[in-house]
């Protein structure tokens, strides 16, 4: 029983993710874009229709999108934080130790994860404004929305993440 | 600044419904964090968490012979990479068209 449902879980999950890029990408009008988006939906070639989006590669690409622009946040986070360099000029850094920003750090703390979580807001709301600028539809409607819905978090993570930055280089 | 300025836009822009000017003004926000980040951290291009081990622009630095074979590559190469860039967003320039036939890559 137990292990059917954990079996369910992870079916459900990649069938979510699918959901949510086939609502971005193919999905009929929610009421509230475009009104052309369902002449938009007869416009898909029938090729996507048919073959639909395998659920495991979608979960795959949006998971290793997302994290792909954390971590290159998270980078950017060492390069603002500092690095334990030493005299001679080298460093080595765990992927984490314990997620604080004491005397020995990992290339993942608070901080470098809070400006990776600002670097993927930051990508989505440009990449849903390019979607928007590129296409018509129910498709620009939608990608419209999910930059204006982005929007939020970068403008409370940039106040917050600069706040915090001129916190740590007074340290 | 750029960044504020930048952020400020796309709102405002995507309020009023001009695609391109938000997009643009997404690009001035990036541009805006980014440099930040180079001015803020200038004259290190790599602190280290103890500052006298921190890499600097000055203690990097290449010799001043490879800097100038290394700025005349970077000319040639980056008006290629330029080049490059226009001509292939000039190809894909404008909305993407979905019908039966196309696979969505423009008109």
Sequence with gaps: ?????????????????????????????DGSVAADSARSVDRIPESHQERGLDPLWDFLFCASSLL????????LGNVVRG???????????????????????????????????????ALMMHGGLWVQMKTSGAVNGRAGKLAGRAWWGVVALTALVTALTFQIHRK | ?????????????????????????????????????????????????????SLTVTSTKAADYGLKIGLAWWIFGIILAAGYFTYVYRSFAGKVVIDKDSHGYGD
Aim: charged share 20%; with cysteine.
């Design chain 1, 1 to 29: 029983m137990a292990d059917r449902r954990r079996r369910n879980i992870v079916l459900r999950l990649p069938r979510a993710v699918r959901e949510r890029v086939q609502w971005l990408l193919f999905a009929a009008d």
């Design chain 1, 68 to 75: 792909l622009a954390i971590f290159f946040g998270a980078a």
């Design chain 1, 83 to 121: 690095v334990p360099l030493d005299a001679s000029g080298y460093f080595f850094e765990p992927l984490w130790i314990n997620f604080r920003l004491g005397d020995e750090t990992g290339i993942l703390d608070w901080y470098t994860i809070l400006v990776g979580v600002l670097a993927m807001l």
């Design chain 2, 1 to 53: 600044m750029l960044a504020v300025a930048g952020i400020t836009g796309v709102l405002f822009e995507l309020r009023k419904g001009d695609e391109r000017k938000a997009f643009l003004a997404s690009c001035a926000y990036l541009g805006g964090m980014l440099t930040s980040v180079v001015f803020g951290v200038y004259p290190m291009v790599l602190p280290a968490r103890n500052p006298l081990y």
